[in-house]
């Protein structure tokens, strides 16, 4: 036997019994090919029963069954000492957070206003640093995904203003 070989079985039975579960048969299966695999399966001839004393192998947890479609699972209870806020404080924080996000909806709105005007219907006036015709092109594209991304920014802004209750 090799060194590492011999580490990987001291190495793999330790592992084996510091887990606290099942008590098991270990079986070391041998591949025609010559790999090596450790289980708790027996997969026939090329596999012999270790003895490993206090060896064991950890049960898997087990799984809650899923609901059957169409059935809807319990609600999850909120405990006891969970802090709860009155509605008039939570009206007080709907409005405050409708304020911030019509005022983000204002300042998203001037700032793409100001891109489509600069933009000028995808004829934006060259600069004088751009004489090069790709470099045009290249602020161009970028002004395409900025009007781009602000319209995306505003319809977010609105959605979240109409989930506020």
């Given at each position: 036997?090799?060194?590492s070989?011999?580490?990987?079985?001291?190495?793999?039975?330790?592992?084996?019994?510091g887990?606290?579960a099942?008590?098991?048969?270990?079986?070391k299966?041998?591949?025609?090919?010559?790999?090596?695999?450790?289980?708790?399966?027996?997969?026939?001839s090329?596999?012999?029963?270790m003895d490993?004393?206090?060896?064991?192998?950890?049960?898997?947890?087990?799984?809650?069954?899923?609901?059957?479609?169409?059935?809807?699972?319990a609600p999850?209870?909120?405990p006891?000492?969970?802090?709860?806020?009155?509605s008039?404080?939570?009206?007080?924080?709907?409005a405050?957070?409708?304020?911030?996000?019509?005022?983000?909806?204002?300042?998203?709105?001037?700032?793409?206003?100001?891109?489509?005007?600069e933009?000028?219907n995808?004829e934006?006036?060259?600069?004088g640093?751009?004489?090069?015709?790709?470099?045009?092109?290249d602020?161009?594209?970028?002004m395409?995904?900025?009007?781009?991304?602000?319209?995306?920014n505003?319809?977010a802004?609105?959605r979240?203003?109409?989930?506020?209750?």
């Amino acid at each position: 036997m090799t060194t590492s070989f011999k580490r990987c079985v001291s190495m793999a039975s330790l592992a084996l019994l510091g887990c606290g579960a099942a008590q098991a048969q270990i079986y070391k299966c041998v591949s025609p090919s010559g790999s090596i695999e450790y289980t708790d399966v027996n997969r026939g001839s090329h596999c012999k029963s270790m003895d490993l004393p206090g060896a064991v192998i950890p049960a898997p947890p087990r799984r809650q069954a899923a609901p059957a479609r169409g059935n809807v699972p319990a609600p999850v209870g909120t405990p006891g000492d969970f802090p709860r806020v009155d509605s008039a404080e939570q009206r007080a924080r709907d409005a405050d957070r409708r304020g911030i996000l019509e005022d983000e909806l204002k300042s998203e709105t001037q700032k793409l206003a100001e891109l489509r005007k600069e933009f000028n219907n995808g004829e934006p006036e060259r600069r004088g640093d751009e004489r090069n015709y790709a470099k045009y092109l290249d602020r161009v594209a970028g002004m395409r995904d900025s009007i781009s991304r602000s319209e995306k920014n505003i319809e977010a802004l609105k959605r979240e203003i109409a989930n506020i209750r």
